[in-house]
């Protein structure tokens, strides 16, 4: 039972580039969240999803698209990667919206 | 949306001494509080929660309180160890986007 994976764990992107982090986890969760965490701010959420095939936007969504086609997955693309989206992105799952499970973090660096 | 504060920012004690981080709130309708610690290199996790029906809720050394009509939550750590030094988040659940919304966390250092 591995609990929430994150792929890849570190990655430097070139501005403009283009990426996707991947999420998974094996414990039937419905929700699923996509955090980013920079010094001094917290946790803030980028988008989430209440199950398969849906999804909603959080509070900092712009320049990020997601997709939940399996229950197991959950995807976080940035289109056009930017300085500003220099981060420490945290996926985590849960049953109902609490407890949050949280994965260990992919850490991307945009020069 | 949900709006969570948190202070202190740093938080330095002595090993054996009591640590206190606290947390307001806006929404009053939020109705879940949870306590995350961040060790380095690894996600956030849980180490206690409270529901808004709820005061207190104690875990060993650690508790949590709960003022619903100041909209503030504390988080208290008695006798302090070394390896309680981390990074502290509180939550609160937006009831609008029925997700958490974090506070800027707490970097606790336990000197030996």
């Known amino acids: 039972n591995a609990g929430v994976t994150q792929t890849p764990k570190f990655r430097v992107l070139k501005t403009g580039q283009s990426m996707t982090l991947l999420c998974a986890q094996d414990?039937?969760?419905?929700?699923m969240y996509w955090y980013r965490q920079d010094p001094g701010m917290g946790l803030r959420l980028i988008h989430y999803?209440?199950?398969?095939?849906?999804?909603a936007k959080g509070e900092v969504p712009d320049g990020y698209n997601v997709s939940r086609l399996k229950k197991q997955n959950f995807l976080l693309g940035l289109e056009s990667a930017a300085p500003s989206q220099t981060s420490v992105y945290f996926c985590?799952?849960?049953?109902?919206?609490?407890?949050?499970?949280f994965g260990n973090g992919t850490r991307l660096t945009v020069t | 949306g949900e709006n969570v504060e948190q202070h202190p920012s740093t938080l330095s004690v002595q090993e054996g001494d009591s640590a206190v981080i606290k947390c307001t709130y806006s929404?009053?309708?939020?109705?879940?509080f949870p306590w995350y610690k961040q060790e380095l290199g690894k996600g956030p996790q849980l180490i206690i929660d409270?529901?808004?029906?709820?005061g207190e809720k104690k875990d060993q050394r650690i508790a949590v309180t709960l003022n619903k009509t100041a909209k503030h939550f504390s988080l208290h750590i008695t006798e302090t160890q070394p390896e309680d030094s981390a990074v502290y988040f509180c939550?609160?659940?937006?009831?609008?986007?029925?997700?958490?919304?974090f506070g800027s966390g707490t970097r606790l250092q336990v000197q030996p």
């Open positions: 414990m039937n969760h419905e929700y």
């Open positions: 409270i529901r808004s029906n709820v």
């Open positions: 999803s209440v199950g398969e095939g849906t999804t």
């Open positions: 985590a799952s849960s049953v109902g919206t609490a407890p949050l499970h």
């Open positions: 929404d009053s309708a939020s109705n879940y």
């Open positions: 939550a609160a659940r937006d009831t609008g986007r029925r997700a958490l919304t």
